[in-house]
């Protein structure tokens, strides 16, 4: 089975790196670099901040028991499913450590899903906002999987932990 899914993650990728342009790839990196490290790290303390502005404290709690759940779960998979980076597609993206699961696309989905959840009101108004972190997550993951940092099934198992963990 693992045989089959690097085959099709490899086949995703080489597909992905065919339509590579330097104008795309320069549109994929600041989309990298925007949900990877200063600005997931500003989303993140901004939901902090804002949830204690409001007096969400039970709101709150949940988050910040959700993120540390997360980083306990994912350092378990990490270590335990350590998977090279994708094979047979040059990568062209920086990155670091295994990318099983992936680590950026998991933080970036719980902060959103967090502020979801502790700052918007329940309703419509909610429901657009997760249809639209929903957009955000799917073009962040493209642009990883663009890159070739990523295989697809490490985007969706990130994706699948940062929505699941906080939901449940």
Known sequence: SLRLDNRFSTSVLRQLAGIRTPWLTDVANGIKVAGSSWGVTVLGLATVALTMVFRRWRHLLVFVCSLFFLEVVAQWIYFGLSRPRPYGVQIIGSWGGYPAPSAPVAVLTIFL???AYCLIVPGRP???????????????????????????????????????????
């Open 113 to 115: 899903v967090g502020i």
């Open 126 to 168: 909610r429901t657009y906002a997760k249809l639209g972190f929903t957009v955000l997550i799917a073009v962040f993951s493209l642009a990883r999987l663009y890159l070739a940092v990523d295989h697809p099934g490490d985007v969706l198992f990130g994706a699948a932990l940062g929505v699941a963990i906080p939901v449940a």
